[in-house]
């Protein structure tokens, strides 16, 4: 079963400062997708950023970057120049293909003026 | 025009009654999920649906009952409701393609607080 752990519950930033949210996840699988999404108080699930196992190139977005390191099964983001709309919770989630969103149990994000 | 409705946003009610939640999305996707956020903000899914049929049901209660009419409705409705069904319930839409599924497209959610 796939499994996905984020171990850093909370963080916090000052605002224009970069900081890295963790990902470990757990799989036998080769072909499969990883992605972060964000949940700001709103409660709206929205996606950050999307990586492809099959690609070795980091995927960004903006201000939003991850480090994909297949063989250590780590997916992290990396927020640049952080903003006060960044404060949010943030998940980290994996699905192979044809499968289901698994979610690790989220990162909340604090974003300090 | 929002991408993946549900209704309602807030639900309040007695343990013991019946209550359903609808979900519409206008995307045209074939997959339709539910997912349960607990209190502690986990995320875990409890149906999904193909083409109106069921493809993952992850060992939920016999209380909860999705129902999909067409491939764009999944509802949810749930029996004789406990106090440990409180959470936020997420709809969500998604679509196959060649290289796998994009992403997931959630609704608002819906938060249930059982009294």
């Known amino acids: 079963a796939q499994t996905v752990t984020q171990s850093q519950p909370e963080m916090s930033v000052q605002e224009a400062e970069t900081v890295t949210l963790s990902c470990t996840y757990d799989t036998s699988e080769s072909n499969y997708y990883l992605f972060w999404y964000k949940q700001p108080p709103s409660r709206q699930m929205i996606l950050v950023i999307r990586q492809e196992a099959y690609k070795q190139q980091n995927a960004t977005e903006n201000r939003f970057s991850v480090n994909f390191q297949k063989a250590a099964k780590s997916f992290s983001l990396k927020i640049s120049d952080s903003q006060l709309g960044d404060t949010a919770m943030y998940f980290c989630a994996f699905m192979k293909k044809g499968g289901k969103l698994i979610f690790g149990q989220g990162t909340e994000l604090s974003v300090k003026p | 025009d929002t991408a993946v409705s549900q209704t309602p946003k807030y639900l309040v009610t007695q343990m013991g009654n019946d209550k359903s939640i609808k979900c519409e999305q206008n995307l045209g996707h074939d997959t339709m999920y539910w997912y349960k956020q607990d209190s502690k903000k986990f995320l875990k899914i409890m149906f999904s649906y193909n083409n109106k049929e069921l493809i993952i049901n992850e060992t939920v209660p016999n209380r909860f009952s999705p129902k999909s009419p067409d491939k764009a409705h999944l509802n949810l409705h749930i029996n004789s409701l406990e106090l440990g069904d409180s959470a936020v319930y997420f709809c969500?839409?998604?679509?196959?393609?060649?290289?796998?599924?994009?992403?997931?497209?959630f609704g608002s959610g819906t938060q249930l607080s059982v009294l």
């Open positions: 969500a839409s998604s679509q196959e393609r060649g290289r796998g599924v994009e992403k997931l497209f």
